[in-house]
């Protein structure tokens, strides 16, 4: 009888450790969503004059402020302020599973990573905090990588030609072939390494020299802000060249630009545009968009992930 009874116990314990594996995995999925979707809405309109700034052939160092802001009051004026939120319903579909996926996958390989190398219930060392973060960008991109290039083509075209994301799917495999909704792939995939590896490794890294410096284990909210504006500056700032590849290739079949390869396409923004006006346009624009936007969400997804393990405790108190 003493065997059976430690047996049961043995069997309860692994069904509550999957139990609440399942609701972690489900509680990073929940704020990860929720993180992304605030936090695009909030630079919709920012996001949307650098796509354009990218794409453009106009030669415009840095994407100067006086540029954006009269772009966005053309916009305004032309067609109604909430034309600058054109795309957002593409972005919202490809950004609420882009975010859940990257932010639990991140949770996920940081316990991989920690059981990896010896370091399960710590802080992780550098290296697997990058590793983590990259790894996590790299599935989120592979999985929702087409409804990033339809949000680009929605951004670029006027409302006459892609009247709805399903439109869009449409037209693009009639016109130009299924293949072409991974257009871009290459570069995608090549910036996402340096940008989510060095945001997640610098908010996490800011984080733990917070709580060694101020004996506080939680940041404020603002502090969180800060952190994640400063990871989201560096990590866009390293991967921009190729971002702005990405657009590049992403929207060739509306520019009337036949860009086939990362090198091509890199090629040609040079000879036509040159190496820092080319490569960098609309650099300054992701300076006022890129660290709001990650600094809304790494923020949105750590206040979500506290709001529900409370949430959990209270409706579980025995635990």
């Known amino acids: 009888m003493g065997n059976g009874v430690k047996e049961g116990h043995v069997g309860l314990r692994k069904e509550n450790g999957e139990t609440q594996e399942k609701k972690s995995i489900l509680n990073s999925l929940i704020s990860g969503a929720l993180a992304g979707a605030v936090s695009k809405t909030a630079v919709a309109p920012l996001d949307r004059t650098k796509i354009i700034f990218q794409v453009s052939l106009r ?62 219930g710590k802080t992780l060392t550098p290296l697997p905090r990058f590793l983590a973060g990259s790894m996590a960008g790299i599935t989120a991109a592979m999985v929702t990588y087409p409804l990033d290039l339809v949000r680009a083509r929605m951004a670029v075209t006027p409302k006459e030609m892609y009247s709805n994301i399903v439109h869009v799917f449409i037209r693009i495999s009639r016109e130009e072939g299924l293949k072409t909704l991974y257009r871009g792939f290459a570069p995608t995939i090549l910036g996402v390494i340096p940008y989510a590896g060095l945001s997640f490794f610098t908010y996490e890294s800011l984080k733990k020299m917070h709580a060694d410096h101020s004996g506080r284990p939680q940041p404020y909210p603002v502090e969180r802000l800060l952190f994640g504006a400063c990871a989201g500056l560096i990590g866009q700032s390293a991967s921009y060249p190729l971002d702005v590849v990405r657009r590049r290739m992403q929207t060739a079949g509306v520019t009337g630009h036949a860009y086939s390869t990362i ?57």
């Open 59 to 120: 030669r415009i160092l840095f994407a100067p402020f006086f540029s954006a802001s009269h772009l966005i009051s053309n916009f305004f004026s032309s067609f109604r302020f909430l034309s600058l939120w054109r795309g957002n319903s593409a972005t919202m579909v490809r950004v609420i599973p882009y975010a859940a996926i990257q932010f639990c996958a991140h949770e996920e390989y940081k316990q991989l990573l920690g059981s990896y190398y010896g370091f399960q």
């Open 263 to 319: 090198f091509l396409t890199m090629q040609e923004i040079i000879r036509e545009e040159g190496l820092v006006r080319g490569l960098y346009k609309g650099l300054s624009m992701n300076w006022v968009k890129g660290p709001v936007a990650v600094g809304i969400s790494f923020t949105t997804f750590d206040l979500m992930q506290i709001l529900l393990r409370k949430l959990n405790l209270h409706t579980n108190p025995e635990r």
